[in-house]
């Protein structure tokens, strides 16, 4: 209905001018908002498929007689007494699944933290549901329990740490004076500011007993393997889950500097700032470094990450007969001005035919922030995709699709929206104005008014966000 009206509008104009509008019969098959719809949930899946953590374990490891080789390293399961999994994420159950059947017998017991509603069926493994993005009581019980079962292994046991998105949130245990609450306040203060999850995670880090490379310390002298889904840009070790098995670079004068570029100093709780000026004196231990033993028995393998959901998401486009490229894989910044740069794209391509030719699909992937000024209710992709339905109204033929690969967008049950050309056209026909939902970060609201949001459910996996602009 869309494509035959902006047909109409054009076909009237080239018979003011004499002209005959032939072209227009071509622009319009490719027209078809249904079938770009169709194509860019068709691309977001394929890019998925290629995350899923079921499939990566299997890819990573490799079981051959008694012995394991996970990435380049061989592992002679002969010479370990006890094997435990352990493990905090969105997707850890996902990948503990296949990591049981591979080693079934030989698991002595473990424990995972997971978001509400990540659960599926382990027989060796307890499985603990937990709050995220803010940590909860249940996520502090499950990681206190965790550190007193790791206690307890020796120099002759193998450690399997699992560790996805969501991983800083589900493994909270927060150093002496510091509570649960306070971690869960910085990190609603942090969010709200627009910090980027690197920065978040910094003081995380410094506030945790477990994480910037704390958890290997505790489960040293035992090995521990740790395999990781990464949820961060440029796959930075330390800061995938605020790093618990990698050394930490950070220190605690990183900390005060992030809370004083964001201005919120003052409104940590008491006891961080405490926390962190002993830090500063030299009152309490930095985050263990390159140099400690601990590191020397433990292996990081990064089993999926955000570049392999894009470059497979390219490939099925081009299946689908796009002309397709790849911008980044590391895009942050304000979800607004993103969607910014993606439509100054989308119509590049409409005006010139650079960087493609249509019809197009250019993609990226990355993971923006929101700085919360409303009171309304979405998540960092929904925003990005009612400032580009903005952008783009009145442009036949575009599609713009940003989605979070782990079926969740902020605090929402969406994992993102699409929108096209005629989405603020649809969204005035129901009374309702776009800005005005942009400054009350009400996106999910508006979204959910036009059925233009994009459910998934838990996919169980999370290697950040996924986004598309098709042009026709």
């Known amino acids: 209905?869309?494509?035959?009206?902006?047909?109409?509008?054009?076909?009237?104009?080239?018979?003011?001018?004499?002209?005959?509008?032939?072209?227009?019969?071509?622009?319009?098959?490719?027209?078809?908002?249904?079938?770009?719809?169709?194509?860019?949930?068709?691309?977001?899946?394929?890019?998925?498929?290629?995350?899923?953590p079921q499939k990566?374990?299997?890819?990573?490891?490799?079981?051959?007689?008694?012995?394991?080789?996970?990435?380049?390293?061989?592992?002679?399961?002969?010479?370990?007494?006890?094997?435990?999994?352990?493990?905090?994420?969105?997707?850890s159950a996902a990948m503990a699944q296949p990591l049981e059947e591979i080693l079934m017998e030989r698991i002595k017991g473990g424990l995972i933290n997971v978001k509400y509603g990540?659960?599926?069926?382990?027989?060796?493994?307890?499985?603990?549901?937990?709050?995220?993005?803010?940590?909860?009581?249940?996520?502090?019980?499950?990681?206190?329990?965790?550190?007193?079962?790791?206690?307890k292994t020796g120099e002759?046991?193998?450690?399997?740490?699992?560790?996805?998105?969501?991983?800083?949130?589900?493994?909270?245990?927060?150093?002496?004076?510091?509570?649960?609450?306070?971690?869960?306040?910085?990190?609603?203060?942090?969010?709200?500011?627009?910090?980027?999850?690197?920065?978040?995670?910094?003081?995380?880090?410094?506030?945790?007993?477990?994480?910037?490379?704390?958890?290997?310390?505790?489960?040293?002298?035992?090995?521990?393997?740790?395999?990781?889904?990464?949820?961060?840009?440029?796959?930075?070790?330390?800061?995938?889950?605020?790093?618990?098995?990698?050394?930490?670079?950070?220190?605690?004068?990183d900390c005060l500097e992030i809370a004083q570029r964001y201005g919120v100093w003052e409104k940590f709780p008491v006891g961080v700032r405490r926390l962190i000026e002993k830090g500063l004196s030299g009152l309490v231990d930095e985050t263990p470094k390159e140099d400690d033993p601990a590191f020397k028995k433990v292996q990081n393998v990064i089993i999926a990450r955000n570049r392999d959901a894009v470059e497979s998401a390219r490939r099925k486009a081009e299946e689908l007969g796009y002309n397709a490229m790849i911008i980044s894989t590391s895009v942050e910044g304000e979800a607004k001005e993103v969607a910014k740069v993606h439509v100054a794209i989308a119509k590049e391509i409409l005006s010139s035919g650079n960087p493609l030719k249509?019809?197009?699909?250019?993609?990226?992937?990355?993971?923006?922030?929101?700085?919360?000024?409303?009171?309304?209710?979405?998540?960092?992709?929904?925003?990005?995709?009612?400032?580009?339905?903005?952008?783009?109204?009145?442009?036949?033929?575009?599609?713009?699709?940003s989605?979070?690969?782990?079926?969740?967008d902020g605090p929402t049950d969406a994992a993102g929206a699409m929108v096209d050309g005629m989405s603020v056209r649809r969204a005035k026909e129901l009374g309702l104005e776009a800005r005005k939902y942009l400054r009350e970060n009400d996106s999910y609201h508006f979204f959910k008014r036009l059925g233009d949001l994009i459910f998934t459910g838990p996919t169980f996996t999370n290697v950040m966000d996924l986004r598309l602009v098709l042009v026709g």
């Not at 995938?240 to 950070?250: F, K, L, R």
């Not at 209710?377 to 925003?383: F, T």
């Not at 989605?403 to 969740?408: E, F, M, P, S, V």
């Open 156 to 253: 002759r046991d193998l450690v399997f740490f699992l560790i996805s998105g969501g991983g800083s949130a589900l493994l909270p245990y927060p150093q002496e004076g510091v509570s649960l609450d306070d971690k869960k306040k910085v990190t609603q203060i942090l969010l709200e500011a627009g910090a980027t999850i690197a920065e978040i995670n910094i003081v995380r880090k410094h506030i945790s007993k477990l994480k910037g490379g704390r958890l290997a310390k505790i489960v040293f002298p035992s090995s521990l393997i740790s395999l990781i889904l990464s949820d961060v840009v440029d796959d930075k070790l330390d800061t995938i889950a605020s790093g618990p098995t990698v050394p930490d670079e950070s220190t605690f004068k």
């Open 358 to 401: 249509r019809p197009a699909c250019v993609i990226s992937g990355g993971e923006t922030t929101v700085t919360i000024r409303g009171k309304g209710l979405g998540g960092r992709n929904q925003e990005f995709a009612l400032e580009a339905a903005i952008g783009i109204e009145g442009y036949p033929g575009v599609l713009i699709l």
């Open 118 to 151: 990540h659960v599926l069926p382990l027989k060796k493994i307890e499985i603990n549901e937990a709050g995220h993005p803010l940590p909860d009581e249940a996520g502090f019980r499950g990681a206190k329990k965790m550190v007193e079962m790791l206690k």
């Open 1 to 52: 209905m869309t494509a035959y009206f902006s047909f109409n509008i054009l076909w009237k104009r080239e018979e003011r001018s004499g002209n005959v509008p032939l072209r227009f019969f071509i622009l319009l098959s490719f027209m078809d908002e249904k079938k770009l719809r169709r194509d860019a949930l068709e691309i977001f899946q394929s890019g998925l498929e290629a995350v899923n």
């Open 403 to 408: 989605c979070g690969t782990d079926g969740t």
């Open 56 to 91: 990566a374990i299997i890819r990573n490891l490799i079981f051959e007689v008694g012995k394991l080789k996970v990435g380049e390293k061989t592992y002679d399961l002969e010479d370990y007494k006890q094997i435990f999994i352990f493990g905090a994420g969105k997707a």
